[in-house]
DNA sequence: GTCTATACACAGATAGAC
DNA sequence: GTCTATCTGTGTATAGAC
């Protein structure tokens, strides 16, 4: 594998664990058997820039990994308890890691970190406008979809810091089952009969 | 106000805006008034005991928020609708701060920091808890109640987080939309008619 | 109980040999 | 493109005068 390819996933598995203020460079060199110097020749900007990158890599690959998922059932609703159930038990065969660095990261530097903070905001307009598709293609009008995807994403976040707090997977099952209802109700509302 | 109160409540508001790593002692001297020297006399366990006290304190003041905000209404599911439109409103006002310093403190340090995530899960378990309860006497079954919480509180904690990143409320106002219409789809099957 | 000075480790970043 | 040595600032924490 290419030396900035290891480093940028050596960063991804730091943030998801610590976060970003808590990483450091040092940290970075160990984990990625890159030394600082090779940082600093990969990525110009230092460590934002390997965060950065990281952000980006990770998006990209939760928007194929959600979208695969969601379809891999006839039945969306069954595909939303499906993606939480998978979620709950990733989360606990990992020993409670965060499985999004995106969310982890963006909720610590969103204030300070405005290059960061925008790396991040692009990353979930590409989540929610691929889900609200996926949505619309299931029958639900645009804002509904748009609303539930919004639901949706803010549900899986807020449920993986729960899930860790308390090393349950009852908050992933519990948000899953709610928002799956939800998502039955307003399919049963736009396609009546 | 006395010293260590000054000094937790700094904390509180540093944690809310740029997380526990990037919060140094020194800063958080400067942002109380009280020399280094004073805050190790008041905490002798350091950083991590006077952030330990300001994720209590935090807790305990959210779990009196959530039951106002939730019973200001005498329609449940208007309630949701006003906790998360309260909370856009607040969000943007302050400039797209975080409101909540657990969430972003637990996401941060879960896996690195076991007395603050063990500190952490006891807040979240009394927000469940009294939720559950206060859904209860609405009429939702005991597990049907503390689903609905579960989901609530992940969807109120994510949706912070997409808040910021993307500084729109549309995150908040949509999330409220989708628990809100989920509150009432649980609320018809458990009292028809 | 307040505050200053300081110890010691480590941060991010860079220069420059190889 | 790799790696080492090092610069400078800052981190947490403490000792001890007041």
Redesign the pocket.
Known sequence: MR?DQRITTAMTELLRRQGYAA?????LAEASG?????I???FKG???AVAHRALEESGAAYLELLVLLLGRYDDPVAGIEGVFADAAETIESTGWANLCPVGTVLGEVADVEPELRAAGDRVIASWIEAGTEHYERCGLSGPDARSFVYALVAGLEGAFILARAQRSREPLLAAGRVLAGSLAALLATARPG
């Open positions: 030396t990483t450091g460079i040092q940290q890159a030394p600082v110097g090779s600093y020749h990969h230092g460590k934002r």
